[in-house]
């Protein structure tokens, strides 16, 4: 299995928890497509979530909820991602 550094993975992500969550959601996708149609049938769909995220395949926003709330730094436990992979 390839090593991927953090700082690369941090260029995409803002940060470790984004970048977690991503990766969990990216990897949940993958996971319920049929082997075959995955970019790498082969690799484990966490390790492919997380070189997709790494190598800038993944688009996400991020979408607060009406109710906001947090603490105002970084992102609240009320806010969640929305991510798609880039057609390619």
Not at 14 to 30: D, F, S
Not at 37 to 51: F, W
Not at 78 to 88: Q, R
């Amino acid at each position: 299995m390839r090593q991927l550094k953090k700082k690369n993975l941090l260029k995409y992500a803002t940060n470790e928890y984004l970048a977690a969550v991503l990766a969990a959601k990216v990897a949940r996708r993958l996971h319920a497509m049929d082997p075959e149609q995955r970019p790498k049938p082969e690799e484990k769909v966490t390790s492919l979530a997380l070189e997709l995220i790494n190598e800038g395949e993944v688009e996400f926003e991020i979408v607060n909820s009406e109710q906001g709330g947090g603490s105002g730094e970084g992102e609240s436990a009320d806010e969640k991602v929305e991510s798609e992979e880039k057609d390619g």
